[in-house]
């Protein structure tokens, strides 16, 4: 298995729901990135696990909160979102080593109501 | 603050021109990526530059590399149509830094 796989690819939701995206790869990868993507922008950097744990955080806001259950699943958990979190998340792992790249997911379209 | 500042941020052309886009960086790196997204869709990893000097190539786009003066380029020979997409150039500077991208569309 080659891949990172993302679910659900489209989400709708409401601005009092909690919902939940998640990110899957078998690979082997021992780290893990959560990126957030506006339409014409470059991705924009949200948190990275690394061995299972949080390494990074760019100053997020708590209504988005990541987990790492295991070294393969990444999910992050949304709750109270704004119309301005709509964008395309994408998550992304990494073999790790100086000379590798990053492989990403086919990504979550979110929209808030 | 590093930045990676890509010019041109659009690129209308015609299919069989070539062209060059530039990735300038502002701190010390030699590691460098170059991804292509279409519409809707997610990042493609299309080059890993990783030294001074580096060059690949893969069909009709060349990456090339060099850390001195902080700069890449990524190449176009004889663009066809299916080259359309936007391409980001990212500097490994401990995580991802990306450029602005660059918005490539090849007229017939």
């Known amino acids: 298995d080659t891949e990172v796989t993302q679910t659900p690819k489209h989400l709708v939701m409401g601005m009092t729901n909690k919902k939940s995206l998640k990110c899957e790869q078998h690979?082997?990868?021992?780290?893990m990135y959560w990126y957030k993507q506006k339409a014409k922008k470059p991705p924009e950097l949200m948190f990275v696990?690394?061995?299972?744990?949080?390494?990074i955080n760019e100053s997020v806001p708590s209504r988005f909160s990541p987990e790492c259950p295991n070294s393969s699943l990444l999910n992050l958990h949304l709750h109270a979102l704004q119309p301005e979190d709509s964008a395309l998340y994408l998550c992304?792992?990494?073999?790790?080593?100086?000379?590798?790249?990053?492989?990403f997911g086919p990504g979550t379209r979110l929209t808030v109501l | 603050e590093l930045k990676v500042e890509q010019n041109p941020l659009f690129l209308s052309m015609q299919e069989g021109k070539n062209y060059t886009i530039y990735c300038n960086y502002s701190?010390?790196?030699?590691?460098l990526y170059w991804y292509r997204q279409d519409p809707g869709k997610s990042l493609e990893s299309l080059f890993v530059?990783?030294?001074?000097?580096a060059v690949k190539q893969e069909g009709r786009l060349m990456a090339s590399l060099d850390t001195k003066a902080r700069l890449s380029t990524l190449h176009i020979t004889a663009a066809v149509h299916d080259l359309s997409a936007t391409y980001f150039c990212?500097?490994?500077?401990?995580?991802?830094?990306f450029g602005q991208g660059t918005t490539l569309q090849v007229k017939p």
């Open positions: 992304a792992s990494h073999p790790g080593g100086l000379y590798n790249e990053q492989f």
């Open positions: 690979m082997g990868h021992r780290a």
């Open positions: 696990y690394s061995y299972e744990k949080l390494s």
């Open positions: 701190t010390t790196s030699d590691r």
């Open positions: 530059l990783l030294s001074n000097g």
């Open positions: 990212a500097v490994d500077a401990g995580k991802l830094i």
